[in-house]
């Protein structure tokens, strides 16, 4: 799916351009209007356009349409970062995925309403049940500290869209957002099921000016300085530079977390093709388990980078399970017990899923980080981080109590010792 509210991205150094997003489904069967990009020819099997702004800014006019021509250059980049088929720019990250194209922007970037986006996040919800990963490389220029579900009517209709999409099944990637902020997200991203990426270098490139900052020195594995990062931040992926398919159906060089988050959508798109009964909770924890952690110079917090063979290995792995939970056992129930100081856990012999042990992974590096911090600041900054990784443990608790995918008894008591172990940590 594709759509835009503000610049996520570049095309040089202080070049703003449209954001667009992404959502991918299955196998190609496809077809498209003739001025598309040769390489994404047998990708877009549907195009729709809401928006709204002046008297109508879709293809031919008008506030809706069934054309989505990026009429920018940047959702092409985009588009083709995830599934371009490497006929013209080099190849995609999932070249066999299907592309359902949603335009919300205008050519000159401007934004018009909430309501045209969450329309084309309903138009997926509703006329196409088979999407399982939407890619949003967009944002609103409205920025919070950690997660905004309830903070304003917008980011309500934003988290009830990409809620709806998660839990049929639909994993929601949005980009963090390019203002340098080491503090906040923006929305779309910091609506707590979505997955917010930030951004990394891919090489080292000496010093870099871009999207209104500089870093002195860049490396593979550096969070690049325009990546918002907060405790909301969920993953890190290369977005600085990324070259694929480019307007008018050559190549385009583009970064920002606008490039960053369709790199983690494609990696989720070709583990759906290894492994298609994955549940959103199963992909997220995958990704969230990549042995690869990068920590923010900015606020000392640390965030695992894309590594799509390891999340691969990871999910394709049989789950955990643990047949008893003494103090000091490996096992993600077991590493609730030792996080939340109990002697051992009301269940056994239970299957545990991989999303909570990975929450409760990190939220156990961020305190054991947070107790060696040499600042207050740091150390506040790191327990914030703890807390949402064990907010979303409780939230991933209960939903497994519901899906049945553990005992009722057991989601209990380990909702019950993430509570704990959050208050804890207070």
């Known amino acids: 799916m594709r759509f835009g509210i503000h610049p996520g991205g570049g095309g040089a150094p202080d070049i703003d351009v449209q954001d667009e997003a992404h959502a991918l489904r299955g196998d190609a069967r496809a077809r498209q209007d003739g001025g598309a990009h040769p ?46 088929n490497g006929g013209v720019a080099p190849a995609g990250g999932a070249p066999g995925t299907a592309i359902v194209a949603v335009k919300v922007l205008d050519q000159n970037e401007q934004f018009c309403c909430t ?30 500290a950690g997660t905004c579900d309830t903070a304003t ?55 870099q000016t871009f999207l209104g900052c500089t870093d002195a020195t860049t490396a593979p594995d550096q969070i690049a300085c325009f990546t918002n990062s907060d405790t909301a931040l969920d993953l890190l992926a290369e977005g600085a530079y990324i070259t694929a398919t480019g307007l008018g159906g050559g190549q385009s060089t583009y970064g920002g977390t606008s490039q960053a988050s369709p790199m983690a959508a494609a990696c989720a798109a070709d583990l759906l093709q290894a492994v298609p009964a994955a549940t959103p909770d199963a992909l997220e924890a ?12 900015r606020n000392g917090l640390s965030f695992p980078r894309l590594d799509c063979l ?26 609730l017990c030792v996080l939340a100081g109990f002697p051992s856990a009301a269940c056994a012999s239970v299957i545990v ?9 990190r939220a156990r590096a961020a305190l054991g980080a947070a107790q060696g911090a040499t600042s207050v600041r740091r150390a506040r900054r790191l327990l914030a981080q703890a807390r949402a990784r064990l907010a979303r443990g409780r939230k991933l608790a209960r939903r497994a109590e519901r899906k049945a995918t553990v005992p009722a008894a057991c989601a209990s008591a380990l909702e019950a010792l993430l509570a704990d172990a959050a208050s804890r940590a207070r």
């Open 39 to 84: 390489d994404l020819a047998d990708s877009i099997v549907d195009q729709r356009c809401f928006c709204s702004g002046g008297s109508g800014c879709c293809p031919g006019g008008g506030t809706t349409g069934t054309s989505a021509a990026d009429d920018n250059g940047h959702g092409t980049n985009v588009t083709g970062i995830i599934t371009g």
């Open 310 to 335: 390891a999340a691969l290995q990871t999910l394709a792995a049989p789950p955990t399970t643990t047949t008893t939970v003494p103090c000091a056992p490996s096992g993600a129930a077991g590493a």
């Open 115 to 144: 309501s045209d986006v969450v329309a084309a996040l309903d138009y997926v919800i509703t006329s196409h049940p088979e999407v399982k990963v939407v890619n949003m490389s967009l944002g609103t220029n409205a920025r919070f």
């Open 153 to 207: 009517s917008f980011t309500m209709a934003f988290a009830s869209a990409i809620d709806t999409l998660r839990a049929r099944g639909t994993l929601t990637f949005v980009s963090s957002g390019n203002d340098g902020s080491p503090s906040t997200l923006e929305a779309p991203a910091c609506v707590a099921s979505a997955i917010a990426v930030g951004a990394t270098w891919d090489a080292n490139l000496g010093s």
């Open 353 to 361: 899923p991989r999303g909570i042990g990975a929450q409760v992974d």
């Open 286 to 297: 995958a990704l969230e388990t990549s042995p690869t952690h990068v920590t923010d110079a």
